[in-house]
């Protein structure tokens, strides 16, 4: 009896051990690749500053470093991002009784172009906008940063979702 329990347990061991599950929490498709380059998003209109550029150029990195098992290089890249900010628009949006604007809309357009070294039918080039609002009445300035932050979440996810997350 103790010897089929041995068998048993040997068996076991040897069929778990044979066994592997491999699951990504991050849902990230990655073809293979085993690294990453960001090239600088450029200002390509009068009020994207080189300041906001690099925050999102950096953020964008740090967030594929992040949610991805991927090393960043600076050159020769499996997957590519390069692209620019197309567009930075402030508008007046939810108007009052008095036909005077109560929130400020700055809205944000990035042109990339991905490009998957591994899987040439994975490429893209698009645009992504989004934006955020403030009170009308608040300088920009004052409020900048945090606009930028928030919009910068929302275009590095989308960004991410589009290129590996498989969305």
Do not use: H
């Not at 925050?55 to 390069?82: C, F, H, R």
């Not at 698009?126 to 955020?132: G, I, P, V």
């Amino acid at each position: 009896m103790m010897r089929y329990q041995y068998i048993l347990l040997c068996v076991i061991a040897l069929f778990w051990s044979g066994c592997q599950i491999n699951y990504s929490f991050t849902g990230g498709q990655f073809s293979g690749a085993s690294n990453f380059q960001v090239n600088y998003i450029r200002p390509q209109t009068a009020l994207a500053s080189p300041v906001y550029a690099q925050q999102l150029t950096e953020g964008l990195k740090d967030y594929l470093l992040a949610q991805s098992p991927l090393q960043l290089v600076t050159t020769n890249g499996d997957l590519i991002y390069e692209g620019s900010i197309v567009d930075y628009n402030l508008s007046p949006i939810a108007a009052q009784g008095n036909e005077i604007a109560s929130l400020t809309r700055l809205s944000i357009t990035v042109k990339l172009k991905y490009t998957n070294q591994m899987e040439k039918e994975l490429n893209f080039e698009k645009s992504f906008t989004k934006y955020a609002d403030f009170p009308a009445g608040q300088d920009l300035f004052s409020v900048q940063e945090e606009l930028w932050n928030n919009i910068n979440d929302q275009l590095i996810q989308e960004i991410y979702n589009a290129s590996v997350g498989n969305w």
